[in-house]
């Protein structure tokens, strides 16, 4: 999985104060995996719009990792730290710190920047460089896909994206492929976790099917195109 490297001690950390709300939590009032995804989304463009490169581009994620070792829970005062934390020719790597209560919760996204028009790559500008470059280093953003395919004869069970999944990209977004995860905790309620999803080919509403293996998933198309892998362990 993706390295979680440590806060720096200097250069651009973007700082957000956040309250978990009824709809992130489950029932016992932890903080659901699909939430902190969206979280990590909204703390990101808070902190491009801040450093004033908002509408420069379209940001698509395509690996993030969460680890997670006190999870969030209901009404916890939080605060989501963000930094930059690599940048590649049109890919970047963003660090999250959650803290606030007892929640001790680290993530590790890469995205990749398009067009305005969301149709191909786009290389950074000079300034948006300078903003980052302190905290990003000589680290670099590879989005190259790590995750292995699935066996080919694999056999998976159905799964079903709803048309309230899509976002304003046009597919489903990505904080919704963190629901088989999602699932399989609300079986345990563990007090840890850490895992990592890939993101490759986007999908649209409709069914799809979940496909299982030893420490990894993937969610397919019906036709067996991978819209993303699912790696990682219950703690």
């Given amino acids: 999985m993706l390295e979680i490297v440590p806060a720096p001690a200097s250069g651009r950390i973007f700082s957000l104060p956040w309250l ?11 903080a659901r995996l699909d939430a902190m995804a969206r979280w ?4 990101a463009r808070a902190d491009l719009n801040d450093a004033g490169f908002q ?3 379209v940001w698509i994620v395509r690996r993030t990792r969460i680890r997670v070792a006190a999870f969030p829970r209901y009404d916890d ?3 989501l730290r963000t930094f930059c934390s ?12 959650i803290r606030g209560g007892a929640a001790q919760v680290d993530a590790v996204s890469r ?39 699935p066996p080919k004869g694999s056999v998976g069970e159905p799964w079903l994206f709803r048309a309230t999944d899509l976002d304003v990209a046009g597919h489903v977004n990505n904080s919704h ?5 999602e699932q399989d905790l609300l079986a345990s309620e563990p007090k840890a976790f850490d895992g990592e999803v890939e ?29 993303a892998s699912l790696l990682g362990d219950v703690g």
């Fill in 40 to 43: 990590l989304q909204e703390v």
């Fill in 55 to 57: 509408g420069g581009g």
């Fill in 177 to 181: 492929y963190w629901a088989p995860f």
């Fill in 199 to 227: 993101h490759r080919d986007p999908a649209q509403a409709g069914e799809a099917l979940l496909v299982r293996g030893e420490g990894i998933a993937w969610v397919t198309s019906r036709e067996g195109a991978v819209h």
């Fill in 86 to 97: 690599g940048i590649g020719r049109f890919s970047a790597e963003r660090r999250t710190v």
């Fill in 111 to 149: 995205w990749i920047c398009l067009d305005p028009e969301g149709r191909r790559p786009q290389r950074f500008e000079a300034d948006f460089r300078k903003a980052y470059a302190e905290t990003g280093g000589e680290r670099d953003a590879s989005v190259r896909v790590r995750h292995p395919n």
């Fill in 20 to 30: 978990p709300e009824v709809a992130d939590v489950t029932g016992s009032g932890r």
């Fill in 77 to 79: 005062r939080l605060e």
